[in-house]
């Protein structure tokens, strides 16, 4: 299993579970626009969700629908076991890397 | 809430996103259109939408949404049902299965034996670690009549000649076969002749493993010899005997400075031991000596430096014969060719020593492998034929499957795999059956290599291309035409064929029929061109002739005597003596008429032949009178032509005209004419040839028995020599047995043809067998029917095998042209070959007939004869 996850991915990952049981589409690149202050596309954001929920880091299921969406459902992703061990991964690897850097090497930047 | 939003945008995507993400899709759209509408305003929230729908068009929501992509295939319950619906099927069709699977494997694993043959015939002298610098140097001279010939050998000045001289060459070095030699180690002596004298530099242009001893100083010192391991033990049994003493030719002792790993049999030199170049004298009576730019009788290898180009190093060799020979219009011209193409290049080129140097032809190699191919073909054709006919069989369950929700890519790769399993089974099968047979096979072929397991493994990649290649091919058409099954007609049984289906059969069939019928016809014509190479009168008499292989300084001691003392007893008819043996090529020499100019030199062959010659080899002088002792200048003066070369010179009235031969000897007197004979072997034309009383010491000599018991004369033969010469040993051959190996290569071929052609009948016969059986099951009905309407069982019989005559015949015409074609090549190797009957093909066609016919008969005959109730009744 390739626990691998590349920096969009792991950032929309990171998000659905910030947003619990609000992590569809719109929310998710709403919060990268704002948060991150990066411009992000509707259609980038769905297809990580697709590509995480083949991999397996995520679970879904319809949702409520509202008027504003003309009255169609939504897509609520969650995130599984899975992809708790990918995020973890990652951010040790990242943390282990962080300390192994020396004081001398951010000196005077 | 304001207008929503774009209505083409929304339908544009409704319509390439039809599957279960659209619905979310839109609604995020949508809201996100509100959003928009807030942020920035009417108009840019409608572009916006409709570029994020534009932007959405990916494989995900492209792909439809159907029951295949909905499930997965790859669980482990649907690979178990598939093995089982799988293994159902084969148990059910036990016979077929068992069929297609033998026939394949059977193709498979001859196609690879094939391949291990041809592996080995193209690696020769690829294990030198420098094979792609090390290139031997070959000589092509023409004569005034404009015949090239072209010769392996090179002349003794050459390498010393040339080192430091070419900016290419890096080392160069120079071989003279040793000939017949006596090794002698205390009580052991034999006879070898699978060694050279080499010089200093051999070893290290071309790197044979040594196991003991320098490579750059073994051959250094004169009187060293380098043997085989092999050879060690032969004499010293002692695989490792360095410092030790042998003896050459009962004179000269030799002290051995190494030992060599026994050359690997795809060595295109096939030596045993090396005496060093210092050592090698040249024989008494030789016209020429080692300073000769002109005698070819060595064989020189050179090694180029790395980067650089071989072609202009003979560009460079081409300049420097033509300057050392300036007037001559035509000077000898070198040819470099490296060494990891000699086996199979040089046909054409003689050694005119005849040293073991191995010579495969790169005719045969690809003829074989062109054969195996046919026959892979075959089996492949039976294999997609009867897996498509079984596919037949399993319209009801495709059927059911397809009612359970299965589309039409599920069972189409269901069906591909179980035929790729198939297949592979097969393959594994194949390569069983090959290891299996394969040491009967190399005895059978004279085949002198063992498989490797580095040859497997080169090889096997290829086997596991054409195997999976031909399950997938095979079973594709079946597979498809099953998958796209109307529904409803395959759960009531009835049939959807359609046209071009069948026809495919059929073409295929055909295709069979011709391959066999092409392979039958070469068995044919191969044997008969062999059996018409036995019959063929030489010219001479090889039966009862004993053939005595000795050193020529043995000759010399002892023939005189050993003649008189053989000749005396009623066992013996004649004896005598001469250079070459016959089914050698003979060298040739120039002559030319007396008074003619030099320039009018003509090519001869010639032999050295001794009194008797004649009378011995049977051979009758038609002209004049043989040599004989009552003429005391016959050695120097006279000299017999045969009949060609009495037509070749243009002599109206041969005896007892002056002729040159041999530039440096005086002019000769043609004393007789003999009649044409076949010196060599069958393969080449009769030239003008000449023979002359001896002035070397000769190695041959033949003692023609009167026709008696061959015990006793051998008997009396060895007897005799120990008499003559002690304990020297005799080494004697019936010269008939010799002569049959000439044409060893031929009679391989041919043997190997026939076994594939009968590989080929089975095969297809096998396969015809399965789709006979098959058709004559599902036609049952129209038989049942026929009968009743009143046909009778011949023309039931007829109605049944007239297509497969059909098709046997256009195979026949197909095949024509391509038989006729490759085996004229191929006859044309003989200067002696039949012509192609023209009964051949008819014949071969109606070996197949009848053998399709009792194939096919039982079959048919069995349905065409029962109760036509019985028949109606299935269902």
């Known amino acids: 299993m390739r626990l691998h996850l590349g920096e969009f991915e792991e950032i929309v990952l990171l998000l659905v579970a910030v947003h619990y049981e609000d992590a569809y589409g719109l929310t998710i690149m709403n919060s990268i626009e704002e948060k991150l202050n990066r411009k992000v596309t509707l259609s980038s954001v769905h297809t990580a969700l697709y590509r995480l929920e083949e991999k397996g880091f995520l679970s879904s299921e319809i949702g409520g629908a509202t008027k504003a969406r003309g009255g169609r459902r939504k897509r609520l992703f969650k995130i599984t076991a899975l992809g708790k061990e990918a995020l973890e991964i990652s951010r040790a690897s990242r943390n282990m890397l962080w300390n192994m850097i020396p004081k001398i090497s951010f000196d005077n930047l | 809430m304001k207008k929503g939003p774009p209505k083409l945008a929304e339908w544009f995507f409704t319509w390439y996103c039809n599957n279960h993400l659209q619905e979310s899709i839109l609604g995020d759209l949508e809201e996100q259109f509100y959003q928009n509408q807030e942020k920035y305003g009417g108009w840019q929230a409608r572009l916006r939408y409709c570029f994020g729908v534009l932007l959405f068009i990916n494989r995900f929501t492209l792909q439809r949404d159907t029951y295949s992509n909905r499930i997965n295939h790859y669980s482990p319950g649907m690979i178990k049902n598939n093995l089982i619906s799988s293994f159902r099927f084969f148990r059910k069709n036990k016979g077929f299965t068992f069929i297609n699977i033998f026939g394949l494997s059977l193709g498979l694993s001859s196609f690879l034996l094939i391949l291990f043959f041809i592996n080995h015939e193209l690696s020769f002298d690829r294990f030198l670690e420098n094979s792609d610098q090390v290139y031997r140097i070959n000589f092509a001279f023409q004569d005034n009549s404009g015949n090239v010939t072209t010769l392996v050998n090179s002349p003794p000045a050459l390498a010393p000649g040339i080192r430091g001289k070419f900016s290419e060459l890096d080392k160069i070095t120079q071989l003279r076969y040793a000939m017949n030699c006596l090794l002698s180690y205390e009580d052991k002596h034999f006879y070898e002749n699978q060694g050279y004298f080499a010089d200093s530099l051999f070893l290290e242009v071309l790197p044979y493993e040594l196991l003991s001893g320098d490579a750059q100083t073994a051959l250094d010192q004169p009187n060293s010899i380098v043997l085989t391991e092999e050879l060690a033990l032969k004499y010293f049994n002692d695989p490792n005997p360095l410092g030790a003493s042998i003896i050459l030719n009962n004179e000269i002792p030799l002290t051995v400075t190494g030992i060599l790993e026994d050359l690997p049999n795809n060595s295109h030199l096939d030596f045993n031991f090396l005496v060093s170049f210092a050592s090698y004298e040249v024989p008494a009576g030789y016209a020429s000596d080692l300073s000769s730019w002109g005698w070819l009788g060595f064989l020189t290898y050179a090694s180029l430096k790395p980067n650089t180009d071989p072609e202009r190093f003979e560009t460079g060799l081409i300049q420097h014969f033509k300057m050392l020979d300036p007037n001559n219009p035509n000077p000898m011209r070198p040819i470099v060719q490296n060494v990891s193409d000699i086996y199979l290049g040089s046909t054409g080129i003689n050694d005119d020593l005849a040293s073991p140097i191995r010579s495969g032809n790169r005719f045969n190699v690809r003829a074989l492998l062109l054969v195996s191919i046919l026959i892979l073909l075959i089996a492949g054709f039976n294999f997609s034929n009867l897996s498509h006919a079984l596919a037949i069989n399993r319209r009801k369950v495709i059927g059911i499957r397809k009612i359970l929700g299965a589309d039409r890519r599920s069972i189409f790769i269901q069906l591909l795999v179980e035929s790729l399993v198939l297949a592979l089974c097969c393959l594994l099968l194949a390569l069983g059956i090959t290891l299996f047979a394969f040491p009967y096979v190399a005895q059978l072929m004279a085949w002198d290599f063992s498989i490797k397991l580095a040859m497997v493994w080169e090889v096997i990649p290829i086997l596991v291309m054409v195997g999976v290649l031909i399950g997938m091919v095979s079973s594709f058409y079946p597979a498809i035409s099953l998958a796209q099954l109307d529904l409803m007609k395959a759960i009531k049984g009835i049939s959807n064929d359609r046209k071009p289906r069948v026809q495919l059969k059929k073409v295929l069939l055909t295709l069979q029929f011709a391959i066999a019928i092409?392979?039958?016809?070469?068995?044919?014509?191969?044997?008969?061109?062999?059996?018409?190479?036995?019959?063929?009168?030489?010219?001479?008499?090889?039966?009862?002739?004993?053939?005595?292989?000795?050193?020529?300084?043995?000759?010399?001691?002892?023939?005189?005597?050993?003649?008189?003392?053989?000749?005396?007893?009623?066992?013996?008819?004649?004896?005598?003596?001469?250079?070459?043996?016959?089914?050698?090529?003979?060298?040739?020499?120039?002559?030319?008429?007396?008074?003619?100019?030099?320039?009018?030199?003509?090519?001869?062959?010639?032999?050295?032949?001794?009194?008797?010659?004649?009378?011995?080899?049977?051979?009758?002088?038609?002209?004049?009178?043989?040599?004989?002792?009552?003429?005391?200048?016959?050695?120097?003066?006279?000299?017999?032509?045969?009949?060609?070369a009495v037509e070749y010179l243009g002599l109206a009235d041969p005896i007892g005209t002056q002729v040159h031969f041999f530039e440096l000897d005086g002019p000769r007197t043609v004393i007789g004419v003999a009649e044409d004979f076949n010196y060599a072997s069958l393969h080449e034309a009769i030239g003008p040839a000449a023979m002359i009383l001896p002035f070397i010491?000769?190695?041959?000599?033949?003692?023609?028995?009167?026709?008696g018991n061959p015990v006793e004369q051998i008997a009396f033969l060895e007897d005799t020599w120990q008499s003559v010469a002690g304990d020297t040993p005799l080494e004697w051959r019936f010269l008939d047995a010799n002569l049959k190996e000439l044409y060893d290569t031929e009679k391989k071929m041919s043997m190997l043809i026939q076994a594939f052609s009968v590989l080929a009948i089975l095969l297809a016969c096998l396969g015809l067998l399965g789709m006979v059986t098959f058709m004559v099951n599902?036609?049952?009905?129209?038989?049942?029917?026929?009968?009743?309407?009143?046909?009778?069982?011949?023309?039931?019989?007829?109605?049944?095998?007239?297509?497969?005559?059909?098709?046997?015949?256009?195979?026949?015409?197909?095949?024509?042209?391509?038989?006729?074609?490759?085996?004229?090549?191929?006859?044309?190797?003989?200067?002696?070959?039949?012509?192609?009957?023209?009964?051949?093909?008819?014949?071969?066609?109606?070996?197949?007939?009848?053998?399709?016919?009792i194939t096919v008969s039982f079959q048919i005959l069995s349905a065409a004869g029962s109760n036509p109730t019985s028949l109606l009744r299935q269902e």
């Open chain 2, 518 to 644: 092409g392979l039958i016809s070469a068995t044919i014509i191969m044997g008969r061109q062999i059996h018409h190479l036995r019959n063929t009168d030489t010219g001479y008499q090889a039966a009862h002739v004993v053939l005595i292989e000795m050193l020529p300084t043995d000759m010399r001691r002892f023939f005189e005597v050993y003649k008189d003392q053989l000749v005396t007893d009623a066992l013996v008819a004649q004896v005598s003596r001469s250079e070459r043996v016959l089914g050698d090529p003979w060298p040739f020499s120039v002559i030319r008429k007396q008074g003619e100019d030099p320039a009018m030199n003509k090519r001869i062959f010639f032999n050295q032949a001794d009194y008797d010659y004649f009378t011995t080899m049977d051979i009758p002088i038609s002209m004049g009178r043989d040599f004989s002792k009552d003429y005391i200048n016959d050695p120097s003066k006279a000299i017999i032509l045969n009949q060609q």
């Open chain 2, 778 to 853: 599902n036609r049952v009905k129209e038989v049942g029917v026929r009968k009743v309407l009143g046909a009778s069982i011949p023309s039931l019989y007829t109605l049944f095998i007239k297509p497969y005559l059909f098709q046997t015949i256009l195979a026949m015409l197909i095949m024509i042209p391509l038989v006729h074609y490759f085996l004229s090549n191929w006859l044309h190797n003989f200067a002696y070959h039949i012509q192609i009957p023209w009964w051949t093909y008819p014949i071969s066609a109606g070996i197949l007939i009848v053998i399709i016919l």
């Open chain 2, 697 to 707: 010491d000769l190695e041959y000599m033949y003692v023609r028995f009167n026709p």
